[in-house]
């Protein structure tokens, strides 16, 4: 088991790549920064093929399959050593990552070309790639959580590529901070998880966790309380309410690194967390029903902002967030093979629909306003298709990936009994309702951009295809979401789907909620709710046919009739500025008037010169002392022997001074 | 009455000591200044004093009588009292001295007032002889100094500098030699010391041979110790005119002389005493012969003297050196005559002898000998004589601890 | 027979003795031989416990005060030297350069 | 009033006498010679004691070496009488209440604590110079070793601070 044994080359690979690009690759030339890195993905690409290839060989007890290489913290009876895992999940999360971030290195080479800081962005790239390995690999909390940190810092360093870009450099620490806010609920999870379970190990823990028995709905056990701290740091990086704010802006960086980090990837960090701690999740059912409803409250709440968009990159953000909302939606209702599942697909279309995108704004020349764009698909006819075929996957039209993904969300979400009868009912129609606005959006984006009159003037922008490095890809990526949904397709004839058997040993350990559910309920459902799902999709789509070909003057008019909706959803129902008004202000006003001219003016600061001004006073004084007179040097001597002599002889001295005893 | 003296009898006794041995030592004096300008004389072929008194024997006392009566003048701004003090410092320190040198190991035969005497001031038992020598000879250095200073004068000041300077310097060597002879003989007691060199084969007991590298340095630093040249830059005439006491005259002046005369006596003694063998015979104890050697000394030298007498050209000298050698000759066959006297004798004697050949060889150094430079003079002190002594001390030690002590 | 107190308070007044001189004194020679007086008083102190005590440590002590004190003579007269060379005064309240 | 007792008082007297001078004596060299007689005193006071070895090198040391340097360096300096400074009287009266209080203190001490060291001291009993050597030379070897170091780097230093600068 060569790779097996030494899991630890798939993240050092990326790392090596990193390394060599950041230290020596600004002298050379993009050829061979670029075959560093891509050379350095892909073989971790192929290492990560062939530990999956072993992993079907070992036998089901063996798994998970834990490697300890190093213990890197050990004080007392707390260990964090550098372990790796692989179990199914793993394998899933290892094969989108390698494979989806190493084409998207290959894309990177063409479309950032005429960029400067080229070894830069691929050295960067790499480390996240490092990192994020890291992250899916990790055996325990502290490990996963370095992972966390690591790709948090590849996406600030990403986002703020263009730092001469002041828009850029904020949205980067704007990016930061907020995922600071969810760090510091996961790291005090990860405390509360220590201090119960005494370990952070994800096998012992979950042995020990799997006795306990849930804690009862709405009240807020050690367990719930984790699992809140624990979603907390995933809302924050894989951008839930209230903390999705950061994901829109980091649309500043790099095209590339939206798709990777932004979309595919990293973003969906917060999904795996979920799904890792199942096991506790599972016995947190408040903790559950949090999560389901603020997933399915994001998914509605960045679709409905998605749909007045302009700007193609900010569309696909906030469509990203809504997706993500689905995954989180999916956990909530404890379908995590489904949410794992639509993590996966989501990882294939989205990545291509930004690629995409990304071609289009290569096309138009750095153009990303829908608005001056459109009829560009005879123009660049490969992104065309590829877009296409992304947009009809996300939009959930079968036979395509979005569609299976996102109906066993659904499923799932209208058989949830947690937290009452109706609450499934309610969650799945808001579900379904996202999936109208979903496709409606997209529809229109395809619409705007690619049909109708020129909005762009021919002199400047000659519109061009993108070249092979990046069509290449696309192409990939279009065939995988066009199949990767088909490994669910057998649910619909009754047969347990594939990837939910695959997943089963890991969600099924604690008696899964949901296999026996799917099992009993799911023939009975699974056409009616499909067929449902799939003519809310296609009415989404018309209803942007109509509105954006048929007659391109109704949707100003509609903005006119509904100018208080159209100005709040334009801006994003004004939550950045809640925000500031809320938090950033008060914390500036905080910062400048206590802290900094209360605190550390006058108390800090005050100190300070407080003693060195009395140090100046006392000096003052004694300096009056030093009279150069060495006679008074003497008599100051003598004094100093006579109070000696009276302390030693005290005894002695004490009677002759006439003092009572 | 009686009782009076018995009660006090080690006091009166210690008394009369001290007043014999003032007035022996200061004769001595008188006719060592003689001696030394005879020998001198004759090393420069002159004749030396010779009006005075037959061979110019009354010269001494003509010497004392001009210091007594000449004129006193004291310089105008000294600094009175330690004017007067400096030379009496000198004096008293140097007659100080003698009192500890031990001149016989045995009591006199008879007891006086019930108390056994020794010859020598104090009893033979005091422990520290030899440091009480170097402790008094430390403060001679004050009398030249403060004699200097006090004077208000250029020339003295310089002398005292070069003095107080000089002695300091020499006095480092001076004792540092001695620590050899004191290694081997385990005490500070000059008796001891002397008893120590006792041996079968008499004079190679003596510490001059295991310790011949201390006998030099001690005596040239002893010589430096005491201003006499070659070492005489307080007094150097050609530059300082008399050095430290130009300013004095008469009776204070004649104080520094006898003090300087009496020093000299007492570091003949101490090299006598440390080096030679004290009051031992130079002949092995089995040789009786050797105790009639005083009388073999004294006869000739009587009859010489009785002839030299009777051809001499004054009558006084015919009349006087004729009764000199009869009393020589009477001593002499005397001394055949009462073995016992001839036996307490011995020890005197030899060690008179000793001194005595040492004050030869002081005269006889000024006579030849140029004085140093000053520069030479400290040169030779640090660079020179003080490590050449404590090589000598760690050879000592060494050679100890290798073959227990040298004999 | 001699209690050793006397020695001990005979050492105390020359000790007071010597800081009065230490005081009082304005030649820098004069002051410097006073320190010495209060080392002879400290000594004659030892000697006397010493003595008391049928120990010789004490008279060990003395010795190494001797030796310190001789070593200190030689640098502290240097120094004199050197100052009366600067400033043309042995005076203490002419050697105010301590002042600030 | 036995003989060693009168001896005592005669030496003591002679040092305390010395010491006074010394504080009166208005020229350093007349200082000197009054710090003398005390060493010289106390020398005595040492043989009283018993001390012999102690009473010879307090002489020879003091006395003869470290006393004749400082005559040496008056009559170098040409040393003369002191100035008065008016400065000098205000450092002076509080120094003087603050001597008596500390011979006071040190003196009262003593003679309250009359019972610690009552042993007297035995004049007949002198302290073999051979044990002193003994024990500065086996149990005070280092202290030695480090003494004569220091004086070592003392004659280092006197001569460093004593030398002209050439020109």
């Known amino acids: 088991m060569p790779i097996l044994e030494h899991l630890w080359i798939i993240p050092l690979l990326p790392l090596l790549g990193a390394t060599v690009n950041g230290l020596f690759g600004r002298t050379w030339p993009n050829k061979i920064v670029n075959s560093v890195a891509i050379g350095a993905t892909g073989?971790?690409?192929?290492?990560?093929?062939?530990?999956?290839?072993?992993?079907?060989?070992?036998?089901?007890?063996?798994?998970?399959?834990?490697?300890?290489?190093?213990?890197?913290?050990?004080?007392?009876?707390?260990?964090?050593?550098?372990?790796?895992?692989?179990?199914?999940?793993?394998?899933?999360?290892?094969?989108?990552?390698?494979?989806?971030?190493?084409?998207?290195?290959?894309?990177?080479?063409?479309?950032?070309?005429?960029?400067?800081?080229?070894?830069?962005?691929?050295?960067?790239?790499?480390?996240?790639?490092?990192?994020?390995?890291?992250?899916?690999?990790?055996?325990?909390?502290?490990?996963?959580?370095?992972?966390?940190?690591?790709?948090?810092?590849?996406?600030?360093?990403?986002?703020?590529?263009?730092?001469?870009?002041?828009?850029?450099?904020?949205?980067?620490?704007?990016?930061?901070?907020?995922?600071?806010?969810?760090?510091?609920?996961?790291?005090?999870?990860?405390?509360?998880?220590?201090?119960?379970?005494?370990t952070l190990d994800f096998v012992k823990l979950f042995d020990k966790a799997t006795p306990l028995s849930a804690e009862a709905m709405g009240h807020l056990g050690t367990l719930t309380v984790a699992c809140l701290l624990l979603f907390m740091g995933a809302a924050g990086k894989s951008a839930q309410i209230p903390l999705y704010v950061w994901l829109p802006d980091a649309m500043e960086g790099p095209t590339p690194v939206s798709a990777l980090i932004h979309a595919a990837t990293m973003v969906t960090a917060g999904v795996y967390v979920v799904a890792r701690s199942h096991v506790l999740f599972m016995r947190a059912p408040t903790a559950m029903l949090v999560v389901a409803v603020v997933g399915c409250a994001t998914a509605l709440f960045a679709a409905t902002i998605g749909l007045v968009q302009t700007d193609i990159k900010k569309v696909l953000a906030y469509s990203t967030v809504s997706q993500l909302g689905y995954m989180f939606l999916a956990c909530g209702v404890g379908a995590f093979s489904a949410g794992i599942f639509h993590l996966m697909t989501h990882a294939f279309f989205k990545a291509l629909l930004f690629l995409a995108a990304g071609s289009v704004i290569h096309a138009m020349g750095g153009e990303q306003n829908m608005l001056h764009m459109g009829g560009l698909s005879k123009k660049i006819k490969w992104t065309y298709v590829t877009m296409l075929t992304g947009t009809l996957a996300i939009a959930g039209i079968p036979p395509l990936a979005g569609f299976f993904s996102k109906d066993s969300i659904l499923l799932n979400a209208y058989q949830s009994e947690n937290g009452g009868p109706n609450v499934g009912h309610i969650l799945y129609a808001a579900g379904l309702f996202t999936a109208l606005l979903t496709s409606f959006y997209m529809f229109r984006l395809i619409f705007l951009t690619f049909f109708g009159k020129e909005r762009y003037d021919e002199h400047h922008v000659h519109v061009h295809e993108s070249p092979k490095s990046m069509l290449v890809p696309l192409a990939i990526l279009a065939v995988l979401s066009i199949v990767g949904g088909w490994l669910a397709a057998p649910a619909f004839w009754g047969q347990p789907d594939y990837f939910a058997k695959f997943l089963e040993p890991v969600f099924a350990a604690p008696g899964g909620a949901e296999a026996n559910t799917a099992e009993a309920v799911a023939h009975a459902l699974e056409w009616p709710l499909a067929a449902v799902a799939f003519i809310t999709a296609l009415l989404g789509g018309f209803a942007a046919y109509w509105l954006y070909l048929k007659q391109p003057s109704k949707p100003d008019r509609l903005a006119k009739s509904f100018g208080g909706a159209y100005q709040t959803l334009l801006h994003k129902y004004y939550v950045d500025e809640l925000y500031a008004a809320t938090i950033v202000r008060p914390l500036m006003w905080l910062s400048t008037n206590v802290f900094w001219k209360a605190v550390d003016v006058s108390i800090i600061d005050g100190a300070v010169n407080g003693i060195a001004e009395g140090i100046t006073v006392v000096g003052d004084g004694t300096r009056r002392t030093q009279s150069g007179n060495t006679r008074s040097y003497a008599v100051w001597v003598v004094v100093g022997a006579i109070v000696i002599v009276a302390v030693i002889f005290w005894p002695h001295v004490r009677p002759i001074l006439g003092v009572a005893r | 009455m009686n009782a009076f003296l018995y009660a006090n009898a080690w006091l009166i006794i210690t008394v009369v000591k001290v007043a014999l041995l003032l007035f022996i030592v200061l004769t001595v004096n008188a006719y060592l200044t003689w001696f030394e300008r005879k020998v001198v004389a004759h090393i420069q072929s002159r004749w030396g004093p010779h009006r005075v008194g037959p061979h110019g024997l009354l010269q001494p006392m003509a010497d004392g009588l001009k210091f007594l009566f000449k004129e006193d003048p004291t310089p105008a701004g000294v600094d009175r009292f330690v004017y007067f003090l400096a030379p009496l410092l000198a004096l008293a320190l140097a007659l100080t001295s003698i009192a500890i040198i031990p001149f016989g190991p045995d009591p006199l035969p008879w007891k006086i007032l019930g108390q056994t005497i020794y010859l020598g001031i104090l009893p033979p038992n005091v422990n520290i002889g030899i440091l009480a020598l170097f402790a008094i000879t430390a403060l001679g250095v004050y009398g030249v100094a403060l004699a200097g200073w006090s004077s208000n004068s250029k020339y003295p000041l310089l002398g005292g500098l070069r003095s107080s300077a000089q002695m300091i310097s020499y006095e480092l060597a001076l004792t540092l030699s001695v620590v050899g002879v004191l290694l081997i003989a385990g005490s500070f007691n000059l008796t001891e010391i002397i008893n120590d060199q006792t041996s079968r084969y008499g004079i190679l007991g003596w510490n001059i041979f295991p310790q011949f590298l201390g006998f030099i340095c001690f005596f040239i630093a002893a010589v430096a110790e005491t201003n006499r040249v070659p070492f005489d830059l307080p007094e150097a005439e050609s530059e300082l005119v008399a050095g430290f006491h130009t300013e004095y005259a008469s009776f204070k002046f004649a104080m520094f002389f006898i003090a300087e005369y009496t020093s000299m006596i007492t570091v003949s003694c101490l090299c006598a005493i440390l080096f030679f063998g004290g009051w031992l015979s130079p002949f092995p104890a089995s040789w009786t012969w050797t105790y009639y050697l005083p009388t073999v000394l004294l006869l000739p030298a009587g009859l010489w003297v009785i002839w030299d007498g009777l051809r001499y050209e004054t009558i006084f000298g015919k009349v006087i050196l004729p009764g000199i050698g009869a009393v020589m000759c009477i001593l002499a066959i005397a001394l055949v005559i009462f073995p016992g006297v001839n036996n307490f004798i011995q020890a005197p004697f030899w060690l008179l002898s000793k001194i005595f050949v040492f004050l030869f060889v002081y005269v006889w150094m000024r006579g030849t000998l140029p004085r140093l430079r000053y520069d030479q003079l400290m040169a030779f002190g640090w660079k020179m004589l003080l490590p050449v002594s404590i090589a000598n001390v760690v050879i000592t030690s060494f050679a100890i601890l290798r073959w227990g002590a040298i004999k | 027979m001699i209690p050793t107190n006397y020695y001990i308070v005979l050492s105390a007044i020359l000790f007071g003795l010597g800081v009065l001189a230490f005081i009082f004194k304005r030649n820098i020679i004069s002051i410097f031989m006073s320190i010495e007086l209060m080392l002879n008083a400290v000594n004659l102190a030892f000697v006397a416990f010493s003595q008391a005590m049928h120990k010789l440590d004490g008279q060990v002590f003395v010795l190494f005060v001797i030796v310190v004190a001789a070593a200190e003579a030689a640098v502290g007269l240097a120094i004199i030297i050197l100052t009366a060379r600067n400033r043309q005064s042995l005076n203490v309240e002419r050697v105010d350069l301590l002042k600030l | 009033m036995t003989a060693p007792l009168i001896i005592f008082f005669v030496l003591a007297a002679l040092a305390v006498g010395g010491a006074l001078s010394l504080i009166f004596q208005k020229h350093p060299i007349h200082s000197a010679l009054s710090l003398i007689v005390v060493m010289v005193a106390l020398a005595g006071l040492y043989l009283l004691l018993g001390a012999e070895f102690v009473a010879a090198v307090q002489i020879i040391v003091y006395g003869g070496a470290i006393m004749v340097l400082f005559v040496f360096v008056i009559m170098l300096l040409n040393a003369g009488i002191e100035e008065h400074t008016n400065i000098s009287r205000i450092a002076g009266f509080p120094g003087l209440l603050l001597a008596f209080v500390l011979t006071g203190f040190i003196a009262a001490t003593i003679a309250r604590s009359t019972d610690t060291v009552q042993a007297a001291a035995q004049p007949g009993n002198m302290a073999s110079t051979r044990d002193l050597s003994n024990m500065i030379f086996r149990d005070f070897v280092y202290p030695f070793e480090l003494t004569s170091f220091l004086i070592l780097v003392a004659v280092l230093g006197a001569i460093v601070l004593a030398q002209r600068e050439k020109a």
């Open chain 1, 43 to 198: 073989l971790s690409f192929l290492a990560a093929l062939e530990a999956v290839r072993e992993f079907f060989l070992l036998s089901p007890e063996q798994i998970p399959w834990v490697k300890q290489y190093f213990s890197w913290i050990e004080t007392g009876n707390f260990r964090a050593g550098f372990d790796l895992q692989v179990d199914q999940l793993t394998v899933v999360m290892l094969l989108v990552v390698t494979g989806v971030g190493w084409l998207i290195h290959i894309y990177s080479t063409g479309y950032m070309a005429h960029e400067g800081g080229y070894y830069r962005f691929f050295a960067y790239l790499n480390l996240f790639m490092f990192f994020m390995l890291i992250l899916v690999l990790a055996a325990n909390y502290v490990l996963l959580f370095v992972g966390w940190e690591g790709v948090g810092l590849a996406s600030y360093l990403l986002i703020g590529f263009y730092f001469l870009r002041k828009s850029a450099a904020d949205a980067g620490k704007k990016a930061f901070i907020v995922n600071r806010i969810g760090d510091f609920g996961f790291m005090l999870g990860m405390f509360l998880l220590f201090r119960t379970f005494g």
